[in-house]
């Protein structure tokens, strides 16, 4: 696609379930973020990787969560024990490779809304 | 480390004025980026520009213009003669490059109303 898609674009799940969220981004960005923005705030970075790996997961906010980029395209987020607080909407973006004049732009999708009763 | 500081939670503002929203921020680095996003209620997030540290010339595109100055670590945003459709909330952000690739951090955010 011409964006970057992420689904589901909308999950309701009970406390303690496992959840996933996935981000295709657009084709030939290597750098993927994760970010989470909860209401009213600004997105608070998770991780994000170069290629297939992670180059920087000092966000995830413990050890329920978990992101994986397997072949360096489309990318999983993977939520364990589900709480309350995890409820936000849970932001995918790419970006080109970085040049001489550094990184380009992010390119969101419309993110993940994520809704733990 | 980074820190994006965006004072200014919510500006409300008639049509045609003209409106200044502050970014400030904090970094080690000697090379960064500095952008800014929109973010109407819609929800998607829109690039507007990016600066990197070495370049401190100011920019217009249109009614857009900004300031970046690395004497006050800032780099503010200026909307000419506001228009309804520029209702949204706004997000300053840093880059910094780090091993692997660049971290990007956003600050909370300045809501814009524009009333007609």
């Known amino acids: 696609g011409a964006g970057v898609s992420q689904t589901p674009s909308n999950k309701v799940t009970e406390k303690g379930k496992y959840v996933e969220l996935r981000c295709d981004p657009i084709?030939?960005?290597?750098?993927l973020y994760w970010y989470r923005q909860s209401l009213g705030q600004g997105p608070e970075f998770l991780i994000y990787?170069?290629?297939?790996?992670?180059?920087?997961d000092s966000g995830l906010p413990n050890d329920r969560f978990f992101a994986v980029r397997p072949e360096g395209s489309v990318s999983t987020l993977k939520i364990q024990r589900t709480e309350r607080g995890d409820s936000a909407v849970y932001l995918c973006?790419?970006?080109?490779?970085?040049?001489?004049?550094?990184?380009?732009?992010?390119?969101f999708g419309e993110g993940s809304r994520l809704t733990v009763l | 480390a980074q820190k994006v500081t965006q004072a200014q939670t919510e500006i409300s503002v008639v049509e045609k004025e003209d409106v200044t929203l502050d970014c400030v921020y904090e970094t080690r680095d000697t090379t960064y980026y500095l952008f800014w996003y929109k973010q109407p209620p819609s929800g998607e997030l829109v690039f507007l520009i990016r600066r990197n540290s070495f370049d401190e010339q100011n920019e217009i595109s249109g009614r857009y213009s900004w300031n970046f100055q690395k004497s006050t670590s800032s780099f503010n945003f200026t909307i000419t003669a506001s228009q309804v459709v520029d209702s949204a909330v706004y997000f300053c952000a840093l880059s910094e490059a780090k091993t692997g690739g660049f971290k990007t951090i956003f600050g909370a955010g300045t809501r814009l109303f524009v009333k007609a």
């Open positions: 973006a790419s970006s080109s490779p970085p040049s001489g004049r550094g990184t380009g732009e992010l390119f």
């Open positions: 084709s030939g960005h290597t750098a």
């Open positions: 990787f170069q290629g297939t790996g992670a180059a920087d």
